[in-house]
């Protein structure tokens, strides 16, 4: 099968996007399929070949000029001269199904291009974008934002054969938006290969944290919508039971600034450590081990990626069940679930640190819930949906017309 992935985000941008379209296309170059990857050029050339090279095992990367997003200056929109020259390349082209993983103008190249050559276009609905409109663009009305991302979300949806939705959860809340394509609840899986290893006792001592630290670990974007603040709060209410406490935060974004003055302001620079991205390969995974807890906090996810990593590295979890969250941790047997409540919070860590034996059946847990987010599983069901014919296009079904709007 000859697959065309189409995102308006990619390595070298860190975010669980990319990491679910790399996990895929690795996968069905490793099923004898042929996958070629259109994504922006994000201007940092030596980054990008790195990042291609280190990850495409066998698919290929087509890079499109794009410029930045004021409001976000880490993401890229492709321009519209490349939206022209991308499409007039991939039309000449064979493709057995066009599949995009966000909505903005690679949205509207795949889709364009599914109608040109009569194949299915496929769309994961990766982002809960009513949850974070009115973080990116706060000086508008938070009720409007919300109005115009279900209507916007709704309207695209419509527009492709098939979606791709990581959770039962962002089903339902498709389906209240009046959302009527069909879907399929396809996570994003982990290759576990990759998560075993670390050394915990490597990082510390890279660090600079002493073996016997009580350490948490939380690995996100530093957006807001992460809900990073929230962790912090934990970690100044925890210091009265635990003054040598440390907090290790590993990613990077456009909230970092805030985070920082934030734990100057509490004067917590003792006990928060913020580390940037990590390699995947290695650091990141010695970085999981270090820790005697992964705490997380986002309300936002539809997958929770992080949580499987911590399970497959046999790291005891903390963490909220929101969204993709609770889905990862309904059965868990290797985390402790909390409500988003400072206090509450607090005692679930602070039950972790000052009990070894719940601590190593937590870690012992890990790997075994983690096993249940395997790719192997998961393949069929993507190609399933790849071999979907495509519906007739240029008109909604009845029953999604009949729908009331948001």
Excluded at 53 to 79: C, H
Excluded at 192 to 209: C, K, M, P, W
Aim: glycine share 6%.
């Amino acid at each position: 099968m000859d697959i065309l992935l189409v995102s308006d985000v990619y390595f070298p941008r860190v975010n669980g996007v990319s990491t679910s379209i790399r996990v895929f296309a690795r996968n069905l170059v490793r099923l004898g399929h042929r996958v070629t990857l259109v994504a922006p050029d994000y201007g940092e050339p030596d980054a990008q070949r790195e990042r291609d090279s280190e990850f495409s095992d066998g698919f290929q990367v087509l890079r499109l000029p794009a410029r930045k997003i004021f409001f976000d200056p880490e993401d890229r929109l492709f321009t519209a001269a490349a939206l022209r020259e991308g499409f007039d390349q991939l039309a000449g082209q064979h493709w057995d199904v066009v599949h995009v993983n966000t909505p903005f103008r690679a949205h509207r190249l795949a889709v364009r291009l599914g109608r040109a050559l009569g194949v299915p276009v496929v769309e994961t609905y990766h982002t809960y974008f009513e949850e974070y409109v009115a973080h990116y663009l706060p000086w508008l009305p938070s009720p409007l934002l919300r109005l115009v991302a279900r209507a916007l979300s709704r309207k695209l949806c419509h527009e492709v054969d098939h979606l791709i939705v990581p959770t039962a959860e962002m089903t339902q809340v498709l389906q209240g938006y009046g959302v009527c394509t069909p879907s399929t609840v396809l996570p994003t899986g982990l290759d576990l290969d990759e998560f075993s290893g670390g050394d915990g006792a490597r990082f510390r001592a890279d660090h600079d944290i002493a073996p016997d630290r009580p350490m948490l670990v939380t690995v996100s974007r530093l957006a807001i919508e992460k809900n990073i603040p929230f962790l912090i709060d934990v970690v100044q209410r925890l210091l009265p039971q635990v003054p040598d406490l440390l907090l290790v935060i590993a990613g990077e974004g456009p909230d970092a600034q805030r985070l920082h003055a934030k734990v100057a302001r509490l004067g917590l620079q003792q006990h928060v450590h913020f580390v940037g991205n990590l390699d995947r390969r290695s650091a990141l995974l010695d970085c999981y081990r270090a820790a005697d807890a992964f705490v997380f906090a986002s309300p936002t996810e539809t997958q929770g990626l992080v949580l499987i990593e911590a399970m497959a590295l046999g790291v005891p979890i903390v963490s909220t069940a929101v969204m993709g969250t609770a889905t990862v941790l309904r059965g868990a047997r290797s985390a402790l679930v909390s409500p988003e409540d400072v206090d509450a919070f607090a005692t679930q860590v602070a039950r972790v640190l000052n009990d070894r034996t719940l601590r190593e059946a937590l870690a012992a847990a890990g790997p075994q819930d983690a096993s249940a987010w395997g790719m192997d599983p998961l393949m069929p069901k993507l190609l399933e949906v790849y071999s979907t014919p495509a519906r007739s296009r240029g008109q909604q079904p009845e029953s999604t017309r009949r729908q009331p709007q948001a």
